[in-house]
């Protein structure tokens, strides 16, 4: 059952990922005042199964000085990991209970870390190997930040379990008790998706797309859909975690598909933040942010026991 369950949950994931493309590429076409993707199948449904096709029918180049197994199997490193994030995916159905899930969480956002830093250094190209490494400072950067906010959230339910978040979210959801927390995780979300306004992994300097610029094809249509997946999958976090938690109804699925338009509508409005300034705001605001309110959650936690 849990087999079942898991391949279902992932072919599901795979089908939002192509229409959360459409929907940023539309999104992004009407803050710039025009249409977007509107001409393949009724009003452009058809253009993210179009593009995909494409991208898997084209021929795979492979620069002739790279360490061509690293290469060639990072990206499916990072659609493996991207998958195994969905393992956390709360069933109510008791299909597979997780007990650590939130620890689970973070040891693989932890591991994929290596799979950007792989695929710049083995291409064995200045501008993807610059790419990754500013990727794999960002990251390891805000995963600091990312774990110290979940630890805030963790002292409400003093558990591991992301089904005890919707238990105690029944009658009234914790972005109440930590609305400023709430923006800190979601920019540290940004951050750790390499999302704009800090995708700093892409050099408009160098014209150049970051770690994955020497991949085409099937090994770019991996990243791509490893990005994505990690994008849904933290607006799925951010509903468990402040937004009620509530799996019987539609309406998480819909504040889901909302944090997941708050990422597109960030990317439409924002310019690229500086790189001093990027490191600055998790080291010197987010870290100082949360490690106060870590200590002021446990505290009135103590008072209140």
Aim: charged content about 10%.
């Amino acid at each position: 059952m849990f087999l079942i369950s898991f391949l279902l949950t992932l072919i599901m994931v795979l089908v939002a990922v192509a229409f959360t493309t459409l929907l940023e590429r539309s999104v992004l076409g009407y803050i710039q005042l025009r249409k977007g993707p509107n001409k393949v199948g009724f009003m452009g449904l058809l253009q993210p199964f179009s593009d995909g096709i494409k991208l898997f029918f084209k021929e795979q180049n492979y620069p002739s000085y790279s360490n061509f197994l690293i290469y060639y199997f990072a990206p499916v490193f990072m659609l493996m990991l991207s998958f195994i994030l969905w393992v956390l995916f709360p069933y109510i159905v008791n299909v597979f209970n997780f007990n650590f899930g939130v620890l689970f969480f973070l040891c693989c956002t932890g591991m994929g870390v290596y799979g950007v830093l792989l695929s710049g250094w083995s291409s064995n190209s200045n501008y993807a190997f610059l790419g990754g490494l500013r990727a794999v400072a960002q990251t390891i950067s805000y995963e600091v930040s990312m774990a110290l906010i979940m630890i805030c959230m963790l002292l409400f339910i003093m558990s591991f379990n992301l089904i005890d978040f919707m238990k105690y979210q029944e009658y009234i959801w914790f972005i109440y008790f930590s609305f400023p927390l709430f923006f800190c995780w979601f920019s540290s979300c940004l951050a750790e998706t390499n999302r704009s306004p800090f995708d700093f992994a892409e050099g408009e300097s160098e014209l150049v797309s970051g770690f994955n610029v020497e991949y085409s094809s099937g090994g770019f249509a991996f990243i791509f859909l490893s990005e994505y997946m990690n994008i849904i999958f933290m607006s799925l976090l951010t509903c468990i975690m402040f937004l009620g938690c509530n799996l019987y109804s539609l309406s998480f699925f819909l504040k889901l598909t909302f944090v997941v338009f708050m990422f597109i509508w960030v990317r439409g409005s924002l310019p690229r933040y500086r790189y001093d300034k990027l490191m600055h705001l998790t080291w010197s605001v987010f870290l100082p942010l949360s490690l106060s309110y870590i200590l002021f959650f446990s505290g009135v936690m103590m008072w209140i026991v």
